[in-house]
């Protein structure tokens, strides 16, 4: 055990093979935590404008939090980060299993991959010593094949996170897999196969510091205490997220045929009961006793066999629901492929919807499907579609742009129908169902993510800092920005969305303090200050890549089409974006052009940002 745990940071240059450790210093560690703190910290000085996402020059960072691989609990998830090949913003994306812990196992907070190998390679790390090795008999296995092989050959202490087919095939959703959990969003997957990267493989002992030993294992009892009685353990337990499919579209808010409406015929069939019949066990990530991860396998029927951990919420939405589909087998067997594949289920589901809207509409020709008929509700299609997506073949090729490109790609007012933000396709709640979460979108760095500053005092009936009227139209910036200052402490900390209630802000808080030996990590006032340092530093990196107030926004359908047939949400529309970015702007400390005002930078600690901003690109909107 130390005094003063915690901070280094391994790089790897794929280009030359070579390996080289540093400190994070002190002031970092304090002002940023970890995790996410870290990858934006290292990413906004190391990556300039013109950086292409593809290109050697993009650097890729695997980061821990400071808990990462302790005995508190639900702490062990971890975030990789670059510049996007879906948005040319800010990437990133939260992964889960064994990977965060054995990061730092190995010793480190931040693994950060430059430079591009000659030849399909993984990276290797076994006690204190790194190489970057063949994986040539590796390229073209999915994703379990990869780690059961890396398994075998290095031992069953190694642990790894890797792409499959769509991540070599520079599919630009390509996700990372550690496990069955995948870290999906913003193609993060696509860096490490622009990297000829198939893998990062660790092998090491379980061992990890904790600054102040003997109080950090009393929190973690209290931590444990109360899971106990606490009523988000025992239900994501018994369902993880699938109970949510009924109520969001219950309450209007569970898009449907690519968000033209809110009611799905059908819809039972999707849900938390029909699951539940075929559930087979739990699954968890490292030091989690919550395991949420529901083990479905399908027992009779065309899909038979199937097995996957999950689907998740968002995946039984997106290839499902979203694409009128009610068949919880087929869905199932999307989601196991989609996990073996390496490919995020929320794009890869929303290029689908995409598609499959435009061949409604006479936009998209049979001859341009492959000769599938792109119906609402043909599975078939879909699970076909999926495979074309990670390999690249026939409509897959264009669809594994994301709707984004595809539609520009097509032209003929394609693009009203690509639901995205930035490039990056939405998450599974209706915008104009809960305009606060609309304009979470539309403000959020990577694009439509659901989880960046999700409004769950629309969604969930969350009080603090105040109950909103998920209907009304304008008076929710500030609420938003204090969602996003949260979540950025939260996933500085990497401590898990789902479990994050449980464990409660001031407890968070002193495991902070304890595992790093930093006192002032114990303050509310001061880790809401670290959220709105990184959130605001994510948006100068965005700056810098061009991005301004005009990428913040939502697909024309939310602000001009009032929503059809969504129970008590009918009729809704987002009629006043304009003045949600003004409000959210002022709680920043932006300016109403969304730039940070020199105030706010001094007030952050963030004055050192301005020598990096003289040079930004200039990109095609
Ligand atoms: S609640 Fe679920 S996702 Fe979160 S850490 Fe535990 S097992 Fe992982």
Redesign the pocket.
């Known amino acids: 055990m130390t005094q003063d745990a915690g901070g280094r940071l391994l790089r790897v240059n794929l280009s030359t093979g070579s390996f080289s450790q540093e400190a994070v210093p002190q002031e970092v560690r304090e002002q940023y935590i970890g995790g996410k703190g870290f990858g934006i910290y290292y990413l906004f000085r190391e990556l300039p404008s013109g950086v292409e996402p593809l290109g050697p020059e993009n650097k890729l960072a695997l980061v821990a939090g400071p808990l990462n691989g302790t005995t508190a609990q639900?702490f062990?998830?971890w975030i990789a980060m670059a510049k996007s090949p879906m948005t040319g913003a800010i990437g990133r994306a939260v992964g889960?299993g064994d990977f965060g812990a054995w990061l730092k196992f190995a010793g480190f907070d931040v693994m950060l991959i430059e430079g591009r190998a000659s030849r399909p390679s993984y990276i290797y790390w076994e006690n204190g010593h790194g190489e970057v090795l063949d994986a040539g008999d590796l390229w073209g296995h999915d994703t379990e094949e990869t780690q059961v092989s890396l398994a075998s050959r290095h031992g069953p202490r190694t642990r790894s996170a890797c792409i499959g087919p769509a991540g070599e095939n520079l599919v630009r959703y390509a996700a990372i897999v550690c496990g069955r959990?995948t870290a999906s969003r913003c193609g993060m997957g696509t860096v490490m196969g622009s990297k000829n990267l198939k893998a990062v493989a660790i092998n090491v002992p379980r061992q990890v510091e904790v600054a102040r030993a003997t109080e950090f294992s009393s929190l973690v009892k209290q931590q444990i205490e109360a899971y106990k009685p606490h009523p988000v353990v025992s239900r994501?337990n018994k369902a993880g997220t699938t109970y949510a499919a009924l109520v969001f579209h219950n309450m209007g808010l569970f898009p449907v045929c690519n968000f033209q409406r809110g009611r799905l015929a059908g819809i039972e069939k999707l849900a938390v009961d029909e699951f539940a019949k075929v559930k087979v066990g739990n699954?968890?990530?490292y030091s989690?006793l919550?395991?949420?991860?529901q083990m479905h396998q399908v027992k009779d029927g065309a899909f038979a066999g199937h097995r996957s951990e999950g689907p998740e919420y968002e995946t039984i939405w997106a290839l499902g629901g979203n694409l009128g589909i009610t068949e919880r087998d087929a869905v199932i067997a999307a989601d196991s492929m989609c996990d073996l594949l390496g490919l995020d289920t929320i794009s890869t589901g929303l290029s689908l919807s995409f598609a499959y809207e435009l061949y409604q509409r006479g936009l998209l020709k049979r001859s341009q499907t492959d000769g599938e008929e792109m119906t609402w509700g043909n599975h078939q299609a879909m699970l076909r579609l999926v495979q074309s997506i990670a390999h690249r073949k026939g409509l897959g090729k264009l669809l594994g742009e994301g709707s984004l490109r595809a539609a520009r790609t097509l032209g003929n007012g394609a693009e009203y129908y690509a639901m995205q933000v930035k490039g990056l396709e939405l998450g599974g709640y209706e915008p104009r169902a809960a305009k606060g979460q609309g304009l979470a979108y539309a403000v959020s760095p990577i694009g439509g993510s659901h989880s960046y500053a999700r409004s769950d005092q629309e969604i969930a009936g969350d009080s603090l800092p105040r109950v909103v009227d998920r209907f009304a139209d304008e008076g929710k910036g500030d609420v938003i920005a204090f969602n996003h200052w949260q979540r950025s402490v939260g996933e500085a900390a990497i401590s898990?969305?789902?479990?994050s209630r449980a464990t409660g802000r001031e407890l968070t808080a002193s495991l902070l303090a304890a595992v790093t030996g930093i006192d002032r990590l114990a303050g509310l006032p001061y880790l809401e200050k670290v959220g709105q340092r990184i959130a605001t530093l994510e948006r100068l990196f965005n700056i810098r890549h061009g991005f301004g107030r005009n990428d913040d926004t939502l697909p024309r359908r939310m602000t001009t089409e009032p929503l059809e047939d969504a129970g008590p949400a009918t009729g809704q529309v987002v009629r006043k974006l304009d003045t949600l970015l003004d409000e959210y702007y002022d709680a920043m400390g932006f300016s109403r052009q969304g730039l940070p005002t020199a105030d706010t930078l001094r007030e952050l600690g963030l004055a050192w940002t301005a020598g990096f901003m003289s040079a930004r690109d200039n990109r095609q909107r």
Do not use: D, H, L
């Open positions: 639900s062990s998830r889960g959990r994501m699954f968890g990530c989690c919550i395991k949420c991860g898990c969305i789902f479990a």
